[in-house]
């Protein structure tokens, strides 16, 4: 869950990524079922290595749920294996805000929908291809 | 047996757990088929495979109260193995709700799944892969949250048209009332969303509702208004790490017991972690409902407990409430796995029932019953007062789980009256139901099912507090039999 919580700061150092040489794949991250509420954090890994660990996104978006933006499109990525972490940031104090005994209070997903085995989902059960128009649709729970 | 021996033999038994694979448990359920070795109580823990639709049960016994009016909800575990994996442990089967509705003399049951994301999982996989109280699980598991893990198995509150399955260590479940149909997790506070609401409610004298939720060393203290929303929620910090299962509430304090069953190690499942060091004692803290950082510290020998009995304080300040006790957890660790396996020998003895006083000095003194005795409830009109009843389930042996009898013990006698069914019946918590406009302690029912091995049905029984040697008033059964559940709460 610590590493759910860390994707506020991966994404503000991140920040000044720019987009990737023109090619093939371009990935669109929906969140159809999000609450008109606050803003959605959202971070695309093109490694284990990063999206494991202390490693940057590659992409990183912050969509404003409140206004209704539900979807984001990442042009002109490298055709690849990727995977997304988001979570909502129902209050909008850019913070993935956590219970009393440290669990996540605001709803968070991964790529694939997959789900963790008591911690964030792994590479393995959240990495999908990108090539082309690729379109991953998440809930957030 | 010398702890350090003990502490040996729990660890050996969770390392077995560790490297229990699905494989080694099919092999085992081959080998448990060619032996055909069930137990003659195995029917306690068979798998239910579907929800049961209300049928009418059939008078067989006796005849109903004609004031008895009202609903009797169970909750417990009811599927355990599956193709490819089983559950290992009596915790850790998905959570069924059951609902026998009394009416004008007539009874129905009823009972549906709780529909959690365990169960979605393991439905797809078709094998139990989330580990659980004593159940490993296995990498396939998919866990976001602990209410990924929540088995809903273990007992119910009602809350307006809702009822709500409580497990342990996560949110209460929401279902309906009326079909038991599963709504929601539900969050007390966005801000409080997931934290651990456990299985003992206790509810107070003036219809506010106390809980507790433990993480390791804190607690979180819940208190909700009548109408079941919350009124406040408080993390304390607790002297040790120790596994609690119930608590209990005077009108004035919230009472923690802090069994010297201890976490000393994050493993998975929960028993993995627990080590038995009955050298460290048991603990009572009692906190002032008030004003939860006034607290006290009640030193007694050590026990094994799963249950407390509401408490009472008396006009000098001394608590009182009872426990069913025994000498140390093999019943938690190895025992629930015996009632999983359908055969086998539960380690130990059963518990006796025991009052704890704690003096005003700031002693504390155990005195134990020679009651054999599990699942103690009592008159809800005297919740936080001063009582004499404990009704419970009785007549386990050494050697053969599962209760066969009801009893009420009562603690100002020190006498007790109890009705034995026989082996042939495993008895089930049965709750403490007052008579319409009445007020003596004895003017109340005890509502309860048992599970009728030599016919394989269900039935439900109604017991008149004041003579439940005589067996019961009334009595229904069912056309099919359910396991045994855990708690139930009468919603009349």
New interface residues.
Partial sequence: ?KTVAAIAPVLALAAALTAAPAFAADLTVAFPSAAPQGQIMVAVFNSEANYGGEGQPAQVAILDAAAGQTSVTFDGLPDGDYAVRAFHD?NGDGKM?T???G???EP?AFSNNA????G??SWERAKFAAAGATTQSIDL? | MTPSRRSFLMGAAALSAAVATPEMTRAAAALDAVAATKADWALATQDVEGDIARQTMRLVHGRAPAELQGALYRNGPAKFRRPGGSATHWFDGDGMMRAFRIQDGQATLEARFADTPKRRTETELAAVVT?GFGTKGD?R??????D?ANAANTAVMVAGDQVWALWEAGSPLALSASDLSTRNFVTLR???????FQAHPRYAPDGSIWNVGS?GG?A?IWHLRPDRSLSDAQ?VPLPRASYMHDFTATDRHVILVLQPWVFTTHA?PVTAGLTWRPEMGTQVLVLDKDDLSKRRLYELPGFFHFHLGDAWAERDGTIRFDVAASGDPRFAVDGARVLVDGHGVVPGDPAKLALITLHPDGRADMAYSDVVGEFPKADPRRAGLKRSLTAHTSGETRGRPLPTGLAVHDWDSGRSHAFEFGVHQVVEEAVFVPKPGATAERDAWLVGPSVNLKDGRTELHIFDVARIEDGPVATWQADVAMPAGFHGVWAG
């Fill in positions: 869950m129902l805000n219970n009393p005994f669990m996540p209070v968070f789900v963790g085995n008591m964030p989902a729970k | 580990p990498g598991a998919r866990i976001g949250s602990n990924d966005d801000d409080l969303k997931g934290m651990p993480a804190q979180v993390v998975m």
